[in-house]
Nanobody, 118 residues
Framework: QVQLVESGGGLVQPGGSLGLSCVVS????????MAWYRQAPGKQRELVAS????????DYADSVKGRFTISRDNAKNTVYLQMNSLKPEDTAVYYC???????????WGQGTQVTISS
């Protein structure tokens, strides 16, 4: 069974940066197109960024394009999300999982809270 463990969230001022990590265990990581999702209070979970099995190409939601960068290290079974120029509307719990457009989702991890506030 695949397990997902996200980390790296925190409280940051607007304009700041954060880097998230997600370690994937129990499966063949290099075979999975991966993605980051987020869920803000009272809103549906949305896909933020996705990345191919090799690391390129990557796709982004319009709301984060130019500010967020998704990457992966297949040797470490880890997918990353570098977030720059953060805005209050980026506040959410962030999760990693398989890209739902190409495969069945794994059980969700606990996520990592990102709060953007002055």
């Amino acid at each position: 069974q695949v397990q997902l463990v996200e980390s790296g969230g925190g409280l940051v001022q607007p304009g700041g940066s954060l880097g998230l990590s997600c370690v994937v265990s129990g499966g063949i990581f290099r075979d999975y197109r991966m993605a980051w999702y987020r869920q803000a209070p009272g809103k549906q979970r949305e896909l933020v960024a996705s990345i191919s099995t090799s690391g390129r190409p990557a796709d982004y939601a319009d709301s984060v394009k130019g500010r967020f960068t998704i990457s992966r290290d297949n040797a470490k079974n880890t997918v990353y999300l570098q977030m720059n120029s953060l805005k209050p509307e980026d506040t959410a719990v962030y999760y990693c999982n398989r890209d739902r457009s190409v495969g069945i989702l794994f059980n969700w991890g606990q996520g990592t809270q990102v709060t953007i506030s002055s």
